[in-house]
C-alpha cells in the first residue's frame, strides 16, 4: 500500500490532522489506530447506563479558532460550565486555586503563609518549579500545598522539575491578592478552567467522534510494528505501507522504540521520563452535593483528585446517582484493602456517607499521564523532533509532543501537523 500522508495515532490531534487535510483538499492519507475507537484518552466508555472518561477530560476554549472548531464539530451538544473546585488539606475544603483563597486555612496555617508572603526569595533565574513557586507565593504556600500536591503526582521533588510547563496552568496572583485572600472571602476568578465546555451527550469521546464522522480513511484495530525512515515505510497489522510524510501522534517515547536503526534517538529519547495515573470510577445510588473537583495533596489519602462526572452532564449517569473519578498516582492495583482506604478517605472527607454503597465501579491505567519536566525534556524533545522532520516525520499532540497542554492545543495542532503536507 502506498499513501502520501500516513499518520500514527487517532486521537485527537491525530483525526484533526486527517479532518484539516480533507479540509484542504488532500485525500491521500491514511489515519491508523490499534484500538477499536478513536480518540486514544479522549475517548469515552458507555457501559451499565454510565458514561465516564480517562479522568477529567474538559474543553477549555481559549482562541477564536479553538471555539469555531469545537462548536463547528459539536454543534448544539455543547454545555459551558462554571468551576466549583476545591482543595481539601487541614480538614477543610479551600476554594480553587488555593492561593487565591486563604481565609479559609486554620489559623496557624494563614500566619506561615502570610509569612513566607512576606519573605520571598529573589533569585537572579527562576529554573526549578520550585524557585517559581517560592518567588511567586512564598514558603508556606509552597509547603502546605504546591510541594506535597506536585510531589504526590510526579513522585519527585519539584526541585527536579522544572517551570517551563507552569505558566499557562497556575494561576499567578498579585502579592496584594493573595494578602488580600488571607482576610476575607475571594469573589475573582482564577486560572484557565475558571469555566470549561463539555459535551451534554456522550463524554468527552463525542467530540472524536465528531471528527471521525467527518474523514474518509481511518483504521481501527491497527497496530504499527515498525517504521523506516530512511525507507519511508512503516509496518501496519503485518503489512507495509509506503508514505511520503510520516505524522506521528504517538507518545514520542514509545514511537522511537518502533525505529528501525536510529539507535542515537532511541538513546535519546531514554532520557524522557512520565508518571503513569490510575482512574477508578464509582457509582452510588445518590444523588451528591454537586462540584467539579477536588484536589488532595496530603500524604495519607491514596488519591489526589476526585471529580463528579455526573455533574458535567446529567447523560452520564442516570437520576439518582452520582458517578465519580477517583485518580490515584501511579499504576494502582485494585484490591479490596485499596478499595477500602478509597472507601473511607469518601466517607471521612465529606464526599459520600457512610452508609452509601456502590453500585457500579471501573478502572482505567494512563501509561504516560504527565509528562516530567526535568531538566533534559526540552533539549531532548527538540533533537529528537529536528532529527525526525529531516525524514519528512513530524510529531504532534501531546504524548507526540511530549508535553502538558489543553485538548484545544491538540485540535490546533493537528491542523498544523496537516499545513506541513503539501
Known amino acids: 500500500m502506498q499513501v502520501k500522508t500516513l499518520i500514527l495515532g487517532a486521537g485527537l490531534t491525530g483525526l484533526s490532522t486527517a479532518y484539516h487535510l480533507e479540509q484542504n483538499g488532500q485525500n ?3 489515519l491508523v489506530e490499534k484500538e477499536p475507537v478513536c480518540g486514544g484518552l479522549c475517548a469515552s466508555t458507555q457501559s451499565h447506563g454510565f458514561t465516564y472518561d480517562y479522568g477529567g477530560h474538559l474543553l477549555h476554549l481559549h482562541t477564536p479558532e479553538g471555539k469555531k472548531l469545537v462548536k463547528k464539530l459539536l454543534k448544539t451538544n455543547l454545555s459551558r460550565l462554571s468551576r466549583n473546585a476545591f482543595i481539601y488539606t487541614h480538614g477543610v475544603r479551600v476554594p480553587y486555586p488555593f492561593q487565591a483563597h486563604l481565609a479559609a486555612l486554620p489559623a496557624t496555617v494563614r500566619k506561615e503563609c502570610a509569612t513566607g508572603l512576606l519573605n520571598r526569595p529573589s533569585f537572579k533565574t527562576v529554573s526549578t518549579f520550585e524557585q517559581w513557586c517560592l518567588a511567586a507565593f512564598g514558603a508556606g504556600i509552597y509547603e502546605h500545598f504546591f510541594k506535597p500536591y506536585h510531589q504526590k503526582i510526579w513522585n519527585c521533588n519539584p526541585a527536579q522539575l522544572t517551570a517551563d510547563w507552569c505558566a499557562p496552568f497556575v494561576p499567578v496572583l498579585s502579592a496584594q491578592d493573595i494578602r488580600r485572600s488571607l482576610q476575607k472571602t475571594n469573589r475573582k476568578h482564577y486560572g484557565y478552567n475558571s469555566y470549561f465546555y463539555y459535551p451534554k451527550q456522550g463524554g468527552i469521546g463525542s467530540l472524536a467522534q465528531a471528527l471521525a464522522a467527518k474523514i474518509s480513511h481511518l483504521q481501527l484495530n491497527s497496530t504499527v510494528t515498525a517504521v ?34 536510529q539507535n542515537r534517538l532511541k538513546k535519546q529519547a531514554d532520557f524522557l521520563k512520565s508518571v503513569p495515573v490510575t482512574v477508578y470510577h464509582l457509582v452510588i445510588a445518590r444523588k451528591v452535593r454537586p462540584f467539579s473537583w477536588l484536589y488532595f495533596p496530603e500524604k495519607d489519602v491514596p488519591f489526589y483528585r476526585v471529580g463528579l462526572q455526573s455533574a458535567f452532564s446529567a447523560h452520564n449517569a442516570p437520576k439518582n446517582s452520582s458517578l465519580f473519578y477517583i485518580e490515584l498516582p501511579g499504576l494502582a492495583k485494585n484490591t479490596p484493602a485499596l478499595r477500602k482506604k478509597i472507601w473511607t478517605c469518601l466517607v471521612q472527607k465529606g464526599i459520600i456517607k457512610r452508609s452509601d454503597r456502590p453500585v457500579f465501579s471501573a478502572w482505567q491505567s494512563v501509561t504516560h499521564a504527565y509528562v516530567i519536566y526535568d531538566k533534559k525534556r526540552t533539549q531532548v524533545v527538540s533533537f529528537l523532533q529536528n532529527a525526525l522532520a529531516q ?4 510529531c504532534g499532540g501531546r504524548y507526540g509532543s511530549w508535553n502538558y497542554s489543553f485538548m484545544e492545543s491538540a485540535l490546533l495542532e493537528g491542523k498544523s501537523l496537516a499545513q506541513k503536507v503539501k
Open 28 to 30: 491521500d492519507y491514511l
Open 391 to 394: 525524514h519528512s516525520c513530524y
Open 228 to 261: 523506516d525512515l530512511k525507507r519511508q515505510t512503516a509496518v501496519v497489522n503485518g503489512h507495509v505501507v509506503h508514505y511520503r510524510y510520516l505524522i506521528n501522534t504517538l507518545p514520542l517515547k514509545d514511537f522511537t522504540k518502533l525505529l528501525k536503526g
